[in-house]
């Protein structure tokens, strides 16, 4: 009896074993690309002089951290409706600064980077944002009635499409959390927007406790930037969810005057915003 017992583990043992083989999977890995960050933010009451724009290169998921920064390009970025040109200086390390970025409500921005002999180009509206009114907070009227959370109202102007996007952030988050807004059923109205946060471990979060402190950003944003950030939005919160929908590339208005086909990622956009932040009582 004890012989057969002895076999039988040694023909476990060796099963198990076998199990062990490394499998290496050759994982396709899409077109490196040029990856533009160019978000000039205006903050209301401000000169909004100072502005930044960051270039690099994308990486294949799976591979080791490495430096990606884009030197030596061109970046540029024209008011259609002044001609005048803000060129935006090299300073070594992926980002591209200028102090004398003149914001003008309405007027239409044109951006030209040129690296590698090629030239990329993407056009915005400069768009107001209204005052935020007043910020409350509550614990019934959210998702889940034991949970607080913090409320925005701000005024929509009268006889206008306008487009916002919300961001609310608490230090210690991994990720700040973002809300659109579009106008469209509540035209000239005072709009009202809420946030409230669960236990997720994943994004290091919290819900929030009587003397947290949340820093709120309201955003005045065009329409194709509203579009585009609403689908990078729904992707990124629906991950993991079964019954959403399959994620897909979401193209931004960076298009390549040279080789059409190697456009690049991300999104030029031109803001007014206000911030401030709010003390759970």
């Avoid at 206008?160 to 659109?180: K, Q, V, W």
Wanted: with cysteine; proline share 3%.
């Amino acid at each position: 009896m004890k012989t057969y017992l002895a076999f039988v583990v040694s023909i476990v043992s060796m099963a198990f074993t076998s199990c062990e083989d490394v499998i290496d999977v050759d994982v396709p890995t899409g077109q490196t690309r040029l990856v533009i960050e160019a978000s000039l933010d205006w903050e209301k009451g401000t000169l909004g002089n100072n502005q930044t724009i960051k270039l690099s290169t994308s990486l294949p998921y799976f591979d080791v951290p490495t430096s990606n920064i884009v030197t030596g390009a061109s970046v540029k970025v024209t008011n259609t409706d002044t001609n005048e040109a803000f060129i935006f200086v090299d300073q070594n390390d992926g980002t591209y600064s200028i102090s004398s970025f003149v914001p003008i409500i309405g007027n239409t921005y044109n951006l030209e980077v040129v690296y590698n002999d090629e030239t990329y180009t993407a056009s915005e509206t400069l768009m107001a944002v209204p005052d935020i009114n007043s910020i409350t907070q509550s614990v019934e009227g959210g998702f889940d009635d034991e949970l607080l959370e913090v409320n925005v109202y701000f005024d929509d102007p009268v006889d206008e499409e306008n487009y916002y996007l919300i961001s609310y952030y608490e230090a210690g988050d991994l990720f700040p959390y973002l809300e659109d807004i579009s106008d469209e059923f509540s035209n000239g109205n005072e709009l009202h927007d809420f946030f409230e946060k669960d236990d997720e471990e994943e994004n290091n979060q919290a819900p929030f406790q009587i003397g947290d402190e949340v820093d709120i950003n309201l955003y005045g944003i065009s329409e194709r930037y509203y579009n585009y950030i609403r689908l990078l939005i729904e992707q990124y919160y629906s991950g993991g969810d079964p019954f959403s929908s399959s994620a897909a590339q979401i193209r931004g208005n960076c298009i390549n005057e040279t080789v059409e086909d190697n456009y690049a990622y991300g999104f030029f956009r031109v803001t007014q915003f206000v911030k401030t932040s709010y003390s759970f009582q």
